[in-house]
């Protein structure tokens, strides 16, 4: 494969997942999250099962043991995340949420150091861990961090960090305990256990919804989240990693949060502060430091 068209669709994956930020905002004022989550994962694994057919030839079979780990990928990166992700998009503004989402390797890499007594964070990567957090302080904070430390954090930053936890749990889970199986089977595997479950929790929503609420904009959104956001940009990230290397890719994650917070204030015209920004800086500075290899 060319490098440079490799490095292309590399550069793509983390604007098109910024970008999610922005479909997903559109789609949490229109829609309850449950609906909203629910939605976006049918279209997706459409999109999924196609691409794995024309890829891998079709699902792969199952055994009893990753039946229960797909089982667990899609109740929390499935199911559990984007009811958090679109919950708290429902509450903050994109800018922020994508500033918040910064952390994920962060808390991946800090659980998975204490798990593995193998895995060892040398001082520059805690310094980064550290960096990172405080950096999400300043933008939670909106700057004002002394009153800040006396108040509760709101529930849309809460619902994000719960995301956050959800996405760390589910990529352990894909790192330790699957086997066997192409990253493209067992997402596609995960992305239908999850739906199953979102769509038995919308049930519940379902009755409140007005189709009026099916504007251009919000079916433009869905789309976008469960073609672009889910199946075209995992298939293009991991054939970078196969064509690149992880160490190589994972960088070009950090990406993601810059294109989501430039996203929102150009497309939604959300405000520019000086806490996002510095905040901002902060954070993605000591996420560089973490995942650098």
């Known amino acids: 494969m060319d490098n440079k068209a490799t490095y292309a ?30 939605l976006r994962f049918v279209i997706a694994s459409v999109a999924l099962l196609v691409m794995v057919r024309i890829l891998e030839g079709g699902l792969p079979r199952l055994d ?4 229960l780990a797909t089982l667990l990928l899609g109740a929390t ?12 998009l429902s509450r903050l503004p994109a800018s ?17 150091t204490l798990l593995s007594p193998a895995e060892k964070l040398g001082p520059k990567r805690w310094l980064g ?30 619902l994000m960090f719960g995301g956050v936890c959800a996405w760390t749990v589910y990529t352990l889970i894909g790192r330790h305990v699957l086997a066997g199986l192409s990253p493209l089977g067992a997402t596609t595997w995960a992305a239908l256990w999850g739906t199953l479950l979102l769509i038995v929790v919308a049930a519940f929503d379902w009755r409140g919804v007005d189709s009026d609420a099916f504007t251009l904009p919000v079916v433009s959104s869905l789309v976008y989240l469960g073609v672009l956001g889910t199946a075209v ?16 890719t994972v ?8 294109f989501g917070a430039t996203f929102g204030v150009l497309l939604l015209g959300e405000p520019v502060s000086p806490s996002l920004i510095v905040g901002g800086v902060i954070a993605l500075s000591g996420v560089m430091l973490v995942t650098r290899p």
Not at 64 to 67: F, L
Not at 96 to 102: C, K, M, Q, V
Not at 251 to 258: A, G, W
């Open 9 to 38: 669709r590399l550069l793509a994956v983390p604007a098109i997942w910024g970008g999610t930020f922005i479909a997903g905002r559109i789609v949490a004022l229109a829609l309850p999250a449950t609906v909203a989550a629910a």
């Open 96 to 112: 922020r949420t994508s500033l918040i989402i910064a952390l994920n390797p962060i808390v991946t890499i800090a659980v998975d």
């Open 64 to 67: 009893r043991r990753q039946v």
């Open 129 to 158: 861990v550290g960096l990172a957090l405080f950096g999400v302080w300043i933008v939670i904070a909106r700057g004002d961090l002394l009153a800040a430390a006396g108040s509760p954090i709101g529930t849309g930053e809460l």
């Open 77 to 88: 990166g499935v199911f559990a995340y984007n009811l958090f992700f679109l919950g708290a």
């Open 233 to 248: 940009a995992f298939v293009w990230y991991y054939r970078a990693v196969k064509a690149l290397g992880a160490a190589r």
């Open 251 to 258: 960088i070009f994650n950090n990406l993601v949060p810059v």
